[in-house]
Structures are given as structure tokens and as C-alpha cells.
């Protein structure tokens, strides 16, 4: 059985912003809602492309075996938003005094801006979790671990699989990347030792 058709990016942030005259994003009518979460009283939103279907490879990631790598053929890039809104303002100048006043808020923009991405490929029963992490000046904000660990649990849930891996390395995460991917449930394969895996 298919599942339902996913309500689109667009879609939530105007129940957000019912104002807003036009959302800023790139392929706005490709993004499927995810997850919507907030931070305060702003929203965030986890979004993804439509999966897509990829030629089975035997070889795609070292060190995990043919058997499973020919399994991983649908392909998924998510990305995490943030909302930046940004009202039109009209003001009047007057040039004698060097003064001006707001004569009416125009057109209500919204940005959405991305602050984090991840990408997993995946089948019926394993999942490769290639990468998932937050930007550099999202990660430089207080609790930046706790709100990636919250969106890698829901990337988790979307992929569906019953066994995941990772590598137990990322380039943006200096520190504690180890102990990062535990408390997520990870832990070294010992059938594959290049890779950490968890069992959902």
C-alpha cells in the first residue's frame, strides 16, 4: 500500500503565515512536510524532496556487504528551515526636517531559510543515514546537539527501516561525535566495522 501524499512545505508555512504574499524557497512545489517543530514561537520545519528511485549498486558503500548495499535504491535529501519574515515597509521622507515616519507595513515576505541538511538512501529493511548536521552558524547557538539529535530522530522515523547505518565521523562535528551517535542509540558494527549501527 502507497502511502498518503505528504503535505507540502508551502502548505504548513502558510498556515504559519497566513499574510504572507509569497514564500521565498528554492523548488517550492517540490518540498514535502516532514516534521513540523518550533522553537519558541517560531516554527521550524523539516522538509524533504520526493524519494527517489536509484539503480541498485553492490559497491555503494564500502564496507557494508553487496547484499545490503543492492537494497539501498531509494534516495532521499531532507533539509531543515527556518522562517525569516520580512515585512515591506512604506515610509514617508520629509527632506526639510531629515525625518521620516511609516506611513503602512506592504507585502509580508517569507524567507524560508535552510540551517541544516541530511541525506539517506534506503530499502524495505536497512537505512544509510550519509550524513545529517546542522550549519556552522546554527551550531554556534546554546542546545544546537539537542535540536539535531530531535531532527536525526525524525529523519530516522521517516526512512521507516528496521536496521541503520552511519559513519561514525563528521566533518562539522569536531567533539564528541562518539558520544553524540550513543546517546542516538548508535554503536560500532561488529560485522561492519567501518560503520555504527542501531537497531529501530
Not at 526639510?96 to 541538511?117: A, D, H, S, Y
Request: aromatic share 16%; charged share 20%; with cysteine.
Amino acid at each position: 500500500m502507497e502511502k498518503e501524499p505528504r503535505r507540502k512545505l508551502i502548505t504548513a508555512a502558510t498556515i504559519d503565515y497566513p499574510a504572507a504574499s509569497e514564500f521565498l524557497v528554492s523548488f517550492p512545489d517540490e518540498w514535502e512536510l516532514v516534521q513540523h517543530m518550533s522553537r519558541g514561537d517560531t516554527p521550524l520545519y523539516i522538509a524533504a524532496m520526493p524519494p527517489s528511485q536509484e539503480a541498485p549498486r553492490r559497491h555503494q558503500f564500502y564496507g557494508l556487504t553487496p547484499e545490503i548495499n543492492v537494497t539501498l535504491t531509494t534516495y532521499r535529501l531532507y533539509k531543515f528551515f527556518q522562517p525569516w519574515p520580512m515585512p515591506s515597509v512604506i515610509a514617508a521622507w520629509d527632506e526639510r526636517t531629515g525625518t521620516g515616519r511609516v506611513e503602512r507595513i506592504g507585502n509580508l515576505k517569507i524567507q524560508l531559510q535552510p540551517f541544516g541538511q541530511a541525506q539517506a538512501w534506503f530499502g524495505h529493511t536497512f537505512g544509510v543515514l550519509w550524513e545529517c548536521y546542522l550549519y556552522e552558524t546554527r551550531r554556534s547557538e546554546a542546545n544546537w546537539q539537542a535540536e539535531l539529535s530531535a531532527i536525526w530522530q525524525t529523519v530516522e522515523q521517516d526512512m521507516s527501516v528496521a536496521k541503520l547505518f552511519t559513519q561514525p565521523h563528521e566533518p562539522t562535528f569536531a567533539e564528541g561525535y562518539a558520544d553524540f551517535l550513543s546517546r542516538l542509540g548508535y554503536a560500532p558494527s561488529l560485522a561492519y566495522p567501518r560503520w555504527w549501527s542501531k537497531s529501530i
